[in-house]
Every structure is written in structure tokens, then in C-alpha cells.
């Protein structure tokens, strides 16, 4: 249920109605740039949810809350629509979750911090840019807002609106600088990657209770008892609809498996553990922990040498040769284009590249991170370097 705020900002809109939505249509349908954001409830939710939609016109921010059953097709009509361009910033998590949740496409994106990426800027984060670009003061204690809940505060609200309200100009002054600098087709590859993005549903890793701190002190029973209670948790936390975290920390099922509690005083004795999560889960922690006692200690998990999948196997001798060339060659590149190596290539591409027998143009073109782009761009070049080392046969 949506509980509209008790305070707007100075020329932000909070739409939680069919008629609010219908109201603010025309204005964004008219738009030829939307400068789009959300905000989502992944530090306290399990099944992670779109709470928050912001979209800001030229002279309008808009605040949607999706929370209160709206049906946001309109929206998504404009988001699949090429002629009106999309501009987010770090926007891969924004179009996942409103592709996988609420079904949109999304066709003619511009993204600010890619594009600062290109452009070789050191600090391409939205607060640093809104701050030396338009003297703006970015609170980051709203990043990890509760964003589920109603109604929202007035800061929290400035703090959306802001996360839209200055991308149109940022898009505008960044589309400049690409041109001038020739990298304009560049940042228009990676922005077309963007639209394809998928949402990944949070998954259960079993062997996580492994890298908890504190848990390579724990021997035999211990372990099987952390086991167990990662186990209970993920359910916990699955049937509440909670983040993991917060149902129990680590630190406290870490605790649990050095004490091995057996009784309500022992565990309410168990530091890290506040006394109503005891009160609230006691049959269920005693439980666990008594059946996985029963059930035998746990083995420490003996390191295997490790196994290589595609792309993931050592390089031979010649292979290393042509891997430190590319290296040397990326890193002069780079420092001359004045952006960070990995925007000239990866390390992974350029060990796929090491490992390509026959090099030619097009054995480039199929290795997997050399796109068109980097192909025009740099093929003639890795060409020479490769074959400085591995020489092509007469």
C-alpha cells in the first residue's frame, strides 16, 4: 500500500494514482530525453523489488511508486520507443530490474558513467560528477535507505529527485566532450550493450559459511554446525522476504558454532545475537544446531588443485610471451588515450588473444571482449605486436 509523503520538494511530482500518472504522461511523452533511476530494497529484501522509479524531463522530476500497483506499460512504452533517448548512470541494475520485474525494453540508452569512463575521468561515481560538474552535495546515507518503506522522508526524496534531476545536462555535456575527443562511436557500443542487461535472482551459495569471517578457526562439529545454520538462514530468510544479513549476521552464526549452544540461557548468552531474535527463532537455532551435532563433524574443505574451463587454463611458454607484449602494449595505449587499461582491453581478453593461433583481423573480431569498436580501432596494432612475438609462417 502506498502512503503518499508529507512533503515534496520544490518541483518534484509523487505519482502514486492512475489519475497522478495520466497527469504527468503528456509531459513525459513530449520529451525527447528522460533521464531515468530507481531505487530498490536489495539490503533488506530477499526477492529484490523496484521500489522507486525516477524520471526527470528537462524541467520536471517525477517520483513513481511502483508499490502502489500502478501500471507502468505507459512507461515502458516510452522506454522501448528509439526516438526518445534513455539516460541513466551505472544504469545495468535500473534496466535489469525494470526489464525482469515489470517487463521493459529499452532501445536508445545514454549512460553518464560509462560515458565518463571513456572519456578517461578518474572519479566517474555520480556524487564526485555532480560535485565538480554543478557544485551539488550528494547525501550517501540514502543510498542504503529502506526504500519499502512508507511514507518517505523528505530527504529521501530530495536525495532521488537529485539522482535524475542533473543527468539530461551531464548526458549534454558528455556527448560534447565524446565528440571532441572522437570516442563518441565507442561509448555508443557500450551504451547498446546496456539495453540487454539481465536481472540474476539472489541464489544460495552452500559453501558461503566457508568464507565468513572467523570460520577458519572452526574445526569438525563447528563447521557442520555453521553449515546448518547458513542453511536455516537462507530459508528464514526466504520465507520472511528478508536480506540474509538480516535475519543473522555472520558474525553471530559464527559465535554460535565456536559456543554450541544447548539451552535458551546459553544462547541468549551468545554475543551478536540481540535477545528478540533469540526470542524469535530459539526453537529453530537449537535445533539446528543439536541435529547437526547429531549428524557428525564436517570435513575442512581440502584444496583441490584447481580445474580449468574454457579460456581459464595456463598459458604455455609462447603464449606468456605474446600475454606480457600485449600487457606492455595496452598499458602505453592507455596512457596515451589517458583512460584506465581495462577500456583498451581486459586482462581476459588479452589472454584470449595470446592463446589464438593464425591471428588474423577476423580471429580478432570472434575473440570474446574485442568489440567492433576495439577491432577498428586497435586490430592493426595488436596484429604487430602478436606477430612481434609469434611470427606469422611464410
Same mark, same amino acid.
Given at each position: 500500500m502506498s502512503v503518499? *509523503?508529507?512533503?515534496? *520538494? *520544490? #518541483?518534484?511530482?509523487? =505519482? @502514486?494514482t492512475v489519475q497522478a500518472l495520466a497527469e504527468a504522461l503528456p509531459d513525459l511523452r513530449q520529451a525527447r530525453d528522460l533521464a531515468i533511476d530507481t531505487e530498490a530494497d536489495s539490503y533488506y529484501a530477499y526477492r529484490v523489488k523496484v521500489c522507486l522509479l525516477q524520471i526527470s524531463t528537462r524541467e520536471h522530476d517525477y517520483l513513481i511508486d511502483p508499490l502502489a500497483g500502478l501500471d507502468l506499460a505507459p512507461l515502458a512504452e516510452l522506454a522501448a520507443? $528509439?526516438?526518445?533517448? /534513455?539516460?541513466?548512470?551505472? #544504469?545495468?541494475n535500473d534496466v535489469a530490474l525494470l526489464s525482469h520485474h515489470h517487463g521493459f525494453r529499452f532501445a536508445n540508452l545514454f549512460d553518464t558513467m560509462l560515458a565518463a569512463?571513456?572519456? #578517461?575521468?578518474?572519479? *566517474?561515481?555520480?556524487?564526485s560528477l555532480l560535485q565538480e560538474r554543478f557544485g551539488v552535495e550528494q547525501k550517501k546515507?540514502?543510498?542504503?535507505? @529502506?526504500?519499502?518503506?512508507?511514507p518517505l522522508t523528505e530527504g529521501q526524496l530530495e536525495y532521488a529527485a537529485g539522482d535524475t534531476r542533473y543527468l539530461l545536462e551531464l548526458r549534454d555535456q558528455f556527448e560534447r566532450e565524446l565528440a571532441a575527443k572522437g570516442r563518441a562511436e565507442e561509448a555508443r557500443e557500450e551504451f547498446e550493450k546496456l539495453?540487454?542487461?539481465?536481472h540474476t535472482e539472489r541464489e544460495f551459495d552452500p559453501d558461503s559459511f566457508r568464507r565468513a569471517p572467523g570460520a577458519e578457526h572452526l574445526e569438525g562439529a563447528g563447521l557442520r554446525v555453521l553449515h546448518d545454520l547458513f542453511l536455516l538462514r537462507d530459508q528464514i530468510a526466504a520465507q520472511r522476504d528478508r536480506s540474509p544479513h538480516r535475519v543473522f549476521p555472520d558474525r553471530a552464526l559464527v559465535e554460535l558454532a565456536h559456543r554450541l549452544p544447548r539451552s535458551p540461557a546459553q544462547l541468549r548468552d551468545v554475543p551478536g545475537l540481540p535477545r528478540w531474535q533469540v526470542e524469535r527463532?530459539?526453537?529453530?537455532?537449537?535445533?539446528? =544446531? $543439536?541435529?547437526?551435532l547429531a549428524a557428525g563433524p564436517l570435513e575442512r574443505e581440502r584444496r583441490a588443485r584447481p580445474r580449468h574451463v574454457d579460456g581459464d587454463?595456463?598459458?604455455?611458454?609462447?603464449? /606468456?610471451?605474446?600475454?606480457?607484449?600485449?600487457?606492455?602494449?595496452?598499458?602505453?595505449?592507455? $596512457?596515451? +588515450?589517458d583512460v584506465d587499461e581495462s577500456r583498451v582491453a581486459t586482462s581476459g581478453t588479452l589472454r584470449n588473444i595470446a592463446r589464438t593461433d593464425g591471428l588474423s583481423i577476423e580471429r580478432l573480431a570472434a575473440v570474446p571482449g574485442m568489440s567492433p569498436f576495439r577491432v577498428r580501432e586497435y586490430g592493426d596494432e595488436i596484429l604487430r605486436v602478436v606477430a612481434g612475438i609469434r611470427? +606469422?609462417?611464410s
Open positions: 503518499s *509523503p508529507l512533503h515534496l *520538494p *520544490p #518541483g518534484v511530482h509523487w =505519482i @502514486d520507443d $528509439a526516438e526518445v533517448r /534513455k539516460v541513466f548512470h551505472a #544504469g545495468s569512463q571513456v572519456l #578517461g575521468l578518474r572519479r *566517474p561515481g555520480l556524487a546515507t540514502y543510498q542504503t535507505s @529502506d526504500w519499502s518503506k512508507r539495453a540487454f542487461v539481465q527463532d530459539e526453537r529453530a537455532l537449537l535445533g539446528t =544446531i $543439536a541435529s547437526a587454463a595456463p598459458l604455455r611458454d609462447d603464449e /606468456k610471451r605474446v600475454f606480457e607484449a600485449l600487457r606492455a602494449w595496452r598499458t602505453q595505449r592507455a $596512457a596515451e +588515450r611470427p +606469422r609462417p
